[in-house]
């Protein structure tokens, strides 16, 4: 069975996509043998009501059973009281991580707020996940341009929250093999191979990120869910770093919860 970190819930805001109903969604999960998915929503991409957008994200994730959903809430802390989103993350909620869109919410990781939230967050021993893209800048709405994040100031803020455990999504394409080594050495950061492009590309990462530090992402339903399966198929791993990447380093980053 595998466990994919990086689905969302809800639909993207520019087009229809074939999966974006839930119930559709579980279903393909489920016949491509996904046991558990950590869901984020689009609607925390430009939904200001962010406490509303986790409150149903939550919900929906409780209604099925045939794959376990775990919810991962948004929290914008460019918006007043993102504090109390957090808290209600954990508390109400009982999430085990939070999801952040800073390209969409409008700050900069040198930005002292998102210091402050990744600091709650692992206060709280959340799972943060950061994402560095959503899509392909060919494919954006030309009225809705949005950057890659700049993770240069990021290895300092990892180095300097010690207990932090960080989930770097759909970061594999744009981030450099610097910039990646100097992530991975910097403390507890986790990468998903949805945008890990090239032959051998997972072989590949293995050079650069430990084996337990590798996570199966597949960004569904807005990329095909087959493509990251295929990932893992074409790369010459054997079936101990399979089973690693599927599911075992996930359950033991979420056990830690």
């Known amino acids: ?11 993207w805001p520019f087009r229809r996509l074939s999966h974006d109903e839930t119930a559709r969604l579980v279903a393909k999960l489920r016949e491509q043998q996904i046991s558990q998915a950590w869901a984020g929503s689009f609607d925390g991409l430009l939904h200001k009501d962010v406490a509303a957008v986790n409150a149903r994200l939550a919900d929906e994730c409780r209604k099925f059973g045939e794959v376990r959903l775990v919810p991962f809430g948004s ?3 460019t918006l007043p009281d993102w504090q109390d989103d957090v808290r209600r ?7 085990p991580g939070i999801r952040l869109h800073p390209s969409y919410h409008g700050y900069r990781l040198d930005d002292p707020r998102f210091a402050e939230l990744v600091q709650q967050a692992t ?13 392909d800048d060919r494919t954006q709405h030309p009225l809705l341009r949005v950057d890659d994040v700049d993770v240069t100031p990021l290895p300092d803020i990892v180095a300097a929250v010690p207990n932090l455990r960080l989930v770097v999504l759909n970061g594999l394409r744009t981030l450099s093999k ?3 080594g100097q992530l991975a050495a910097s403390g507890q950061v986790w990468f998903e191979i949805a945008m890990q492009e090239g032959v051998g590309g997972i072989g590949n990462l293995l050079k650069l990120v ?13 990329f095909y869910l087959e493509s990251a399966l295929l990932k893992l198929q ?19 980053l979420l056990s830690t919860s």
């Open 89 to 95: 993350c954990h508390e109400q909620h009982g999430m």
């Open 75 to 77: 929290v914008n802390p």
């Open 178 to 180: 610097a910039s990646i």
């Open 210 to 222: 430990p084996l337990e530090r590798i996570l199966f992402g597949s960004h569904f339903p807005l």
């Open 234 to 252: 074409e790369s010459e791993l054997g079936e101990f770093q399979k089973r690693a990447i599927r599911a075992d380093n996930a359950r033991k």
């Open 123 to 135: 206060e709280r021993d959340l799972v943060v996940q950061l994402v560095i893209r959503m899509e």
């Open 1 to 11: 069975m595998i466990v994919d970190v990086n689905v969302n819930l809800s639909r």
